[in-house]
């Protein structure tokens, strides 16, 4: 099945720093890439994602690139903000099968 | 608000006990999944149930099981419980299954063993 790592565990940013997040799979079949945001108390909600077909995917701030060949991809945030603050996770999903999630990242933006 | 409803939202029972954890998905949503996150772990994928059947199974223990029902929501049973098992419990759902369809997380059920 699929294995999805992801660093790092936690990163610590000032604010207006840029913060990325590096995730690798394993299953050449995976072709959808979501990145979720998790706050406190609260489920995982999607923030960007990124098909197979597409190498690089941005929305205000934050970016997704990808590269299939090496089997991994980034989330790029820019200018981070306090309200960044959360744990991030990367997943892959092939196609007709259930979705893997990495390990999670804490990002801290201090002010 | 996502549209998936989880209940109870915290849960305390004693070890060797039963519980239920119930997830009534988002309107339209045919995929009901289920995962576990352990304190500062990731999401521990467990099972996931397609317009009533099972689609897929992860790291799922022989003392938990799962249905989803003709209206589309879901149950969760976990039996004989350990205090390991104490962790959040989300449901999330999607309207295909497989493919690029997004996950929508409900807020959890937190259950603690003592």
């Known amino acids: 099945g699929e294995n999805v790592e992801q660093h790092p565990s936690t990163l610590s940013v000032q604010e207006g720093d840029s913060a990325v997040i590096k995730c690798t799979y394993s299953?050449?079949?995976?072709?959808?890439f979501p990145w979720y945001k998790q706050e406190l108390g609260k489920g995982p909600q999607l923030i960007i994602d990124?098909?197979?077909?597409?190498g690089e995917k941005k929305d205000q701030r934050i970016a997704v690139t990808l590269n299939k060949t090496a089997k991994h991809f980034s989330l790029h945030i820019t200018e981070t903000q306090p309200e960044d603050s959360a744990v991030y996770f990367c997943?892959?999903?092939?196609?007709?099968?259930?979705?893997?999630f990495g390990a999670g990242t804490r990002l801290t933006v201090k002010p | 608000d996502s549209g998936v409803t989880q209940t109870p939202k915290h849960l305390i029972t004693a070890t060797g006990q039963r519980v239920t954890l119930r997830c009534s998905p988002r309107?339209?949503?045919?995929?009901v999944y289920w995962y576990q996150q352990s304190l500062d772990q990731g999401l521990q994928f467990l099972i996931q149930?397609?317009?009533?059947?099972?689609?897929a199974k992860g790291n799922i223990l022989e003392r938990f099981s799962a249905q989803q029902f003709p209206d589309l929501h879901s149950e969760l049973n976990l039996s004989s419980l350990e205090l390991g098992d104490s962790a959040l419990y989300f449901c999330?759902?999607?309207?295909?299954?497989?493919?690029?369809?997004?996950?929508?997380f409900g807020e959890g059920s937190r259950l603690t063993v003592l």
């Open positions: 999330a759902s999607s309207v295909a299954t497989g493919g690029s369809g997004e996950l929508f």
């Open positions: 299953d050449s079949a995976s072709n959808y």
């Open positions: 990124i098909r197979s077909n597409v």
């Open positions: 997943a892959a999903r092939p196609v007709t099968r259930d979705m893997r």
């Open positions: 309107s339209g949503d045919l995929s």
């Open positions: 149930y397609y317009n009533g059947e099972e689609r």
